[in-house]
């Protein structure tokens, strides 16, 4: 998040209490403020700095009750331990701390057996600190084997891009900006909300880097059809003479895939498939910060973009956009592999669709909503309202933020940006418990909202300054304004995650 300095400047009795904490209304271990803004002059108790941050922490949302993030919120004491005792490693200190590369090397080993790679290929791969830096660096292979391939001679002006659904994580929007890359998107329609085969192949020429198919979409939790594209590729460079390789963005399906459909060819089986990457800190049930990018083969990972380290000794190929990166999620990555292997991998995501399906059958039974989530695909509960007119699904993920849950409204991509959904991400902690009280509520608000009863106070005039302006969003008319509650639960970005 980018963050504006604050003008420090300025005078009277509201400005005062704005710019200090002011410990001595509730504490007795201090009795002057501390600045909210600036470096303290002087130092404060452990105990009372600790409780001043842990009382503004408190109003941060329930993190058992975030029904919005893909992000892993839950480990294991064990894992947390070990996390501890790992934090002050520095993951780029191979020479240091080698047997905490080791172990990196063991998770990349075990994520490329896990994702098919072929027994005769030479895969590779390395932990990034999440998908995004993952995606940039499979994004940078293929721009640099894309100028391999036309030869950098012969550019002339030739411009790369990439051809990737309107549903894909804003990532790769970042990707494509920041590494001048054209980024073809394949709008959505109506009933069709993920990248469509025919119309990805209509945007494929000979300068472009790769076809980008996600493995569970941030919008709906739907698989794309990546065997399928992957057969449409070969038909084209059969008939053109152009390899175009397909890179699968699976942040969120990397880890449920393999373990409920091990059947679904999305992976390495396909030939076409050259690079992978996948969140350790969603269905990885790591906590946030780590991500995997593994190729099929070495020689799709261009020798031009590793680079040979001998900081503090040794020497080390690396291809990275950090430097310096914590160890511990690393440590906890390998943590769950050795803990769950693939029996308790499977257990756990039977155990999440299982959920998932049951709260998909309850909400069908309302017949106020409609189901865009499928079966198959992540667990994940996509819904929109049959009827809007009345109330929006923005009032009611106001509403149950009240009861304290934490589900996003938001509308999906271009073409479909008219179409209005909540979702419910089902991952480690939502029991059928705690799925039986959201259900309930969910009941409860539309009983009161049908009955004609207003909804709670929205505050719309925040909404355009909370969007971002990426240029593939559409403007929200005046008339929409009134559907978006103001607060970090209704987002209107590309991803929501």
């Known amino acids: 998040m980018l963050t504006n300095r604050v003008d420090n400047s300025g005078e009277g009795k509201d400005f005062e209490e704005e710019q200090y904490l002011s410990p ?53 004491p064990e894992a947390d331990e070990l996390m501890v005792q790992s934090f002050g490693k520095n993951f780029v200190d191979a020479d240091e701390y080698p ?104 945007l494929v020429d000979e300068d472009t880097i790769g076809v980008v198919g996600i493995l569970g979409s941030t919008y709906t939790g739907e698989y794309e059809p990546i065997e399928e594209l992957s057969g449409a590729l070969d038909d084209f460079e059969a008939r053109t003479g152009i390899d175009v390789p397909i890179h699968v963005d699976a ?28 969140s350790g800190h969603k269905y990885g049930l790591v906590y946030p910060g780590v991500g995997w990018v593994v190729w099929s083969d070495k020689k799709y990972l261009p020798e031009e973009l590793i680079f040979h380290v ?81 109330f929006s699904v923005f009032d009611i ?26 979702r419910v991400v089902v991952r480690e902690g939502l029991g059928m418990d705690l799925a039986s009280n959201l259900i309930d509520d969910i009941k409860a608000i539309v009983d009161h909202l049908s009955q004609g009863h207003k909804p709670l106070p929205r505050r719309s005039r925040r909404l355009k300054a909370m969007i971002p302006k990426y240029p593939m969003a559409e403007k929200i008319n005046a008339s929409q304004e009134s559907d978006f509650e103001g607060d970090e639960s209704v987002k209107k970005t590309r991803g929501v995650c």
């Open 24 to 76: 001595i209304y509730g504490s007795r271990l201090y009795g002057e403020p501390i600045p909210r803004f600036t470096l303290p002059d002087e130092s404060s108790s452990p105990r009372l700095v600790a409780q001043l941050i842990k009382d503004e922490l408190n109003l941060d949302g329930n993190q058992s009750l975030n029904l919005a993030t893909f992000v892993t919120t839950w480990m294991e």
């Open 99 to 202: 047997q905490t590369i080791a172990i990196a090397d063991r998770c990349v080993n075990m994520i490329a057996n896990l994702f098919n790679a072929p027994s005769g290929n030479s895969p590779l791969g390395t932990a990034t600190v999440g998908s995004s830096e993952a995606i940039h660096l499979a994004g940078l292979a293929m721009k640099w084997n894309w100028k391999s391939r036309v030869g950098t001679d012969s550019l002339n002006g030739r411009t790369p891009n990439m051809v990737m659904g309107a549903n894909v994580q804003v990532c790769w929007e970042k990707f494509a900006r920041y590494f001048d890359v054209v980024p073809r998107y394949v709008p959505m329609e109506e009933g069709r909300y993920i990248l469509g085969v025919d119309e990805a192949l209509n």
């Open 251 to 278: 942040a969120s399906g990397g880890f449920v895939a393999p373990f409920l459909t091990p059947d679904l060819r999305w992976d390495f089986r396909l030939p076409r498939v050259r690079s992978i990457n996948t």
């Open 310 to 390: 001998n900081y503090l000794g040794g020497d080390h190929p690396t291809f990275n956009l950090n430097f310096s990166r914590g160890s511990s999620q690393i440590i906890a990555q390998y943590y769950n592999f050795l803990r769950l292997g693939r029996k308790g991998y499977g257990q756990i995501m039977r155990q999440l669709s299982n959920t998932a399906s049951w709260i998909s059958r309850k909400i069908e039974e309302m017949e106020v909503f409609e189901l865009l989530s499928t079966p198959n695909s992540l667990p994940v509960v996509c819904l929109s309202l049959k009827d809007a007119s009345a």
């Open 397 to 422: 993920s106001a509403a149950l933020r009240e009861r304290g849950w934490i589900v996003p409204a938001y509308t999906l991509a271009p073409n479909a940006s008219d179409i209005a959904v909540l």
